[in-house]
């Protein structure tokens, strides 16, 4: 029998569906949120090194893409999970607003980074609110990148005792370091496990706890965890969709309703929509632009771990700083290079996962050794969009992505930078990247804009083509900028759900 309850399905439950869960609760609209996963269990193992790293405890265990870039087409499993609140649960819950300048076209080395269809002020009412519902700690007018704010809904996080002597010292360097707005709610005991770990106390602001669990206390609010969305299907004119087709617990549900709001991530979110060709949307739905897939941004990240043998390094909670001095223009060239910032305390048995296989070979003792004497940083540059940059899907559904790093010469001149000002501070410094395998911040495969030719999505993430069918992950992202996107993401929620309430419900 079709499921036909329901007024709203939103198909993920990450930053951006979780968001909008949120934001219809308090509707009148029976809303069903749809997870492929199911919630992450609190345990002991949330904050196990081992169980995160070495075990992969939260990834999904069968998940592999193709690499299509080789010949030989090998796949591998990709850094994503699936879960109530998708990534968010793992997320290091830095979260940025877009600077200004993000929203308008800007000269890369590489090329041109597009401008987006909206101004930083349209989304500026909308970060305000996304700020408030993730309990974001920040001190306005720290960074002199930041755009036009208020006060942050919460003071900045302290610097450890070490990381405030660094930070001393990177002002004597003529740089600007400032707090890294952090998502943290109360309850929080700024532990080492933070950035890529599950919070055992429900403390990170992250979609579950901010959002999913608050709309389940909503009567017309359901959730169906273990629901994968194999495809939507369309009436016969192709302009809109009525159906969605779900596996829930091993079993095909069919769901009708009135409007489908898509929010699976920027890769499953295209895979969703390639799956669902039809005789009326052949190359996919809503894909008459040929967008659906392309365009796909990752940003170029290197984590930094500089070692100083004469001082041991006692911040247990390290992820405090942003250096933003290089966003728009380097040292030595007048094009944007990135962002820098303080990471989590990296643990010995993570550097002993992470490392090629000679450092396999390393005993844990002298891993540990090195662990005690870092200071961690990431590395941030922007990724620009090419078309050729895509994610596709082959007849049997899986997943393939074609992705070549651009804007590589900046990326590296920032890390040189970066390494350059580190050893100035007394610090000796090793560099790792996933390189082209870090999907964390996948976003730009539905852009958003103003022309169907040149946009999968209006700038109100409903689909051009099909007009009962929004998207609000990070797939609509034209540009990636070089901050962090979880609070775009939500903010840009936000915003359509406020739409959504004007115009369909
Ligand atoms: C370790 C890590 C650290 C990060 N740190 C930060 C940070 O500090 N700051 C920041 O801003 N960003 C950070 N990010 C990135 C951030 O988490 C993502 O940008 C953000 O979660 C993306 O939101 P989304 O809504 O696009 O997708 P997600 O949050 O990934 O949510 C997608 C949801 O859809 C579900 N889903 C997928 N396919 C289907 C389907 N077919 N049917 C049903 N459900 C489906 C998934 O299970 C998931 O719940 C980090 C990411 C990781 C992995
Ligand atoms: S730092 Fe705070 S929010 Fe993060 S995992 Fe630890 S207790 Fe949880």
Known sequence: MPETGFDVVIIGTGAGGGTMAH???????????????????????????????????????????IDDRRRLKRTFRPYTHYGVGGNTKFWGSALFRLRRE??????????????????????????????????VHGEAGADPTDPPRGPFPCPPVPHAPRIAE?????????????????????????????NSFPCQLHAKSEADVCCVRPALTHANVTLWTNAFARRLDTD???????????????????????????????????????????????????NS???????????????ISAFNRHRKNDTVFQKTVAVNDYY?????????????????RTQAVVLKSESPWYGRWIPLPAWEWWASGAVDWLVMS????????????????????????????????????????????????????????????????L????????????????????????????????SSAAVNPGLTIVAQALRVADHIRDTCL
């Open 382 to 445: 922007e990724d620009l969009p090419r078309p050729e940059n895509r994610i596709t899907i082959d007849s049997q559904g899986r997943i393939h992505l074609r992705y070549r790093q651009n804007n590589v010469a900046s990326h590296q001149a920032l890390v040189r930078e970066t390494s350059r000002i580190l050893k100035r501070l007394g610090f000796f410094t090793i560099t790792h990247s996933l390189g082209t395998r870090n999907t964390t911040h996948q976003c730009g495969t």
């Open 102 to 135: 993000d929203f308008e076209a800007v000269e890369h080395a590489d090329g041109t980074s597009p401008a987006w269809p909206i101004k930083y002020e349209a989304l500026a009412p909308f970060y305000d609110r996304a700020e408030r519902l993730f309990q």
């Open 236 to 286: 016969p004119s192709g302009t809109r969709v009525v159906s969605a087709e779900i596996e829930r617990n091993g079993t095909a549900v069919t769901v009708h309703a009135p409007l489908f709001i898509v929010a699976c991530g920027a890769v499953n979110s295209a895979a969703l929509l390639l799956r669902s060709a039809s005789a009326v949307h052949r190359n996919g739905l809503a």
């Open 166 to 194: 660094i930070v001393e010292q990177l002002r004597s360097e003529g740089l600007h370091p400032a707090p890294l707005p952090l998502g943290l709610r109360d309850g929080c005991i700024l532990c080492r496990t933070c």
């Open 447 to 478: 852009v958003f804009g103003d022309d169907p030719r040149t946009s999968v999505l209006d700038p109100f993430c409903r689909t051009h083509d099909v007009e009962n069918l929004f998207v609000v992950d990070a797939s609509f992202f034209p």
């Open 289 to 303: 632009s040929g967008l659906v897939g392309a365009r796909y941004m990752a940003h170029l990240a290197t984590m």
């Open 23 to 65: 934001a219809l609760a308090s509707t009148s609209a029976r809303v069903l949120l749809v997870e492929r996963g199911d919630f992450v269990p609190q345990e002991p193992e949330n904050w196990s090194p081992e169980a995160v790293w070495r075990d992969r405890r939260y990834r999904p265990r069968d998940e592999r893409w």
């Open 328 to 344: 728009h223009a380097g040292p030595r060239t007048p094009h944007p290079l990135g962002q820098i910032q303080s990471q989590g």
